[in-house]
Structure formats: structure tokens, C-alpha cells
């Protein structure tokens, strides 16, 4: 079945620095990929998405690109502050029996960043 | 503005209690689903909701249940809580369509003391 794979529990980094967090899919059809941001003791909120291969897409200083031939959608962003300490969750819509779609989630990466 | 709410924020029980989560949605989104967010887990899917009673098992259902009798409220029950359970919950909604993001709640913090 679908799934996504995130290699990275936890990163760890100095201000400044950039930082990439790393997502991988299978899927047997044309994938659709998500990142979610979640703050302590907040909700998960979306950050970016695509599905279009090769282009990449960014949102608050994140960028990440869909590659459909390494099946690849990883995060990153040139420059971390202390605000961007968070879980980040990978994902992939995929349909489900009913015929309606829902999201696999990747098991998340805790980003610290310190001073 | 758009937004999925829940139901309580935080929430003690005791073991044997039942429990009630509550969520609604002001987007008429078809699709909602119940999680619970475990440290080292992730989220983990309890049910999903395609629409008015029509309920579907995610991964992890055994000691929920949930209930939709309308469109917009999406309720999780727990028939006597138990300690393993406790947990964050989350609910969330969509359309029902390939490349639709979910809407996620603030969550509920359940602690079965």
C-alpha cells in the first residue's frame, strides 16, 4: 500500500543554518504531496503542497520540490530561526475504498533550532 | 472564517468512565476523521467519516466508536476509558477530493487517571 517515510525523528540545529528534512512516498498513483507544521501544543497546520513535478513550491521562507522519479518531497529552508522548532509531518493523498481521498502520514520530524 | 473546533481542550477521566469528544466544522466538508497524536507515533487514524452516517475503521478503532448524524459535528466516544488512551486527539476535516488538505482542530488532551 501507500506510504510515506521520514528517516529523521528529530533534527537538531544552530540558528541561521539551513536545513533540509527529508520525505519519501510510494504510491501507485499520481502523488500528491503535503507538509504540515504542528507547534508545541498546537494543531497541525498546513505549510506547502504540490504535485507537480519538478517545480518548486514555498511558503514562509520553506521550499521543497516533488520528484516523481526519486518519488522525493523534502523540506528545506536556507536560513532557520527559533520560531521555525517545531514537528514537521510529511504526507500523501491517496484515495480510499469509498472513493473518497485521505492523507498518509509520515511519522514526523521534531526540528529544534537553537541559539 | 473556516475553522474545525473541538470540544473539550482538556479533559480528565477515570478509568471505566466514558468519554465524549465533540468537533465541528463550519466548511461543509464531507470527509472528517478522528486522530490521536501519540509522542514517537505520529498521528494515528481512529475512524474516518465520509458523511452522514456512513463511518469507516482507520487503523487503530478498537475501543472507540464515533458518531455523524449531521454534516458539520463528528463525535468520538470512548465506552469505558481506559489508561492506554490517554492521549491528544485531533479532528479533521476535507473535500472529499484528491489534493485536499485537512483542517485540523486544536485537539483535545485526554488524561485517564
Known amino acids: 500500500g501507500d506510504s510515506v517515510t521520514q528517516t529523521e525523528g528529530l533534527v537538531t540545529l544552530t540558528k541561521g543554518l539551513p536545513v533540509m528534512l527529508n520525505c519519501t512516498y510510494q504510491?501507485?498513483?499520481?502523488?500528491?504531496l503535503f507538509w504540515y507544521v504542528q507547534h508545541l501544543n498546537e494543531a497541525p497546520k498546513l505549510l506547502l503542497k504540490s504535485s507537480t513535478d519538478n517545480k518548486r513550491t514555498e511558503h514562509q521562507g520553506f521550499y521543497a520540490t516533488l520528484h516523481k522519479s526519486s518519488s522525493s518531497f523534502h523540506l528545506q529552508k536556507s536560513s532557520v530561526q527559533l520560531s521555525d522548532s517545531a514537528l514537521y509531518f510529511c504526507a500523501l493523498s491517496e484515495p480510499s475504498s469509498s472513493g473518497s481521498w485521505q492523507l498518509i502520514f509520515g511519522s514526523g520530524t521534531q526540528l529544534t533550532v537553537m541559539p | 472564517d473556516m475553522k474545525v473546533t473541538q470540544m473539550p481542550r482538556y479533559l480528565i477521566k477515570r478509568m471505566g468512565e466514558n468519554v465524549l469528544l465533540e468537533c465541528g466544522q463550519d466548511?461543509?466538508?464531507?470527509?472528517m476523521y478522528w486522530y490521536r497524536q501519540d509522542p514517537g507515533l505520529g498521528l494515528q487514524l481512529i475512524y474516518i467519516?465520509?458523511?452522514?452516517?456512513?463511518?469507516s475503521e482507520g487503523d487503530i478503532p478498537k475501543g472507540y466508536r464515533v458518531s455523524r448524524k449531521k454534516r458539520e459535528h463528528f463525535s468520538l466516544i470512548l465506552d469505558s476509558a481506559k489508561t492506554n488512551q490517554t492521549s491528544v486527539y485531533f479532528c479533521?476535516?476535507?473535500?472529499?477530493?484528491?489534493?485536499?488538505?485537512?483542517?485540523f482542530g486544536s485537539g483535545t488532551r485526554l488524561l485517564v487517571i
Open positions: 504510491t501507485t498513483y499520481s502523488p500528491f
Open positions: 467519516s465520509y458523511d452522514v452516517d456512513s463511518n
Open positions: 479533521a476535516s476535507s473535500l472529499s477530493r484528491g489534493g485536499s488538505d485537512y483542517t
Open positions: 466548511m461543509s466538508h464531507e470527509t
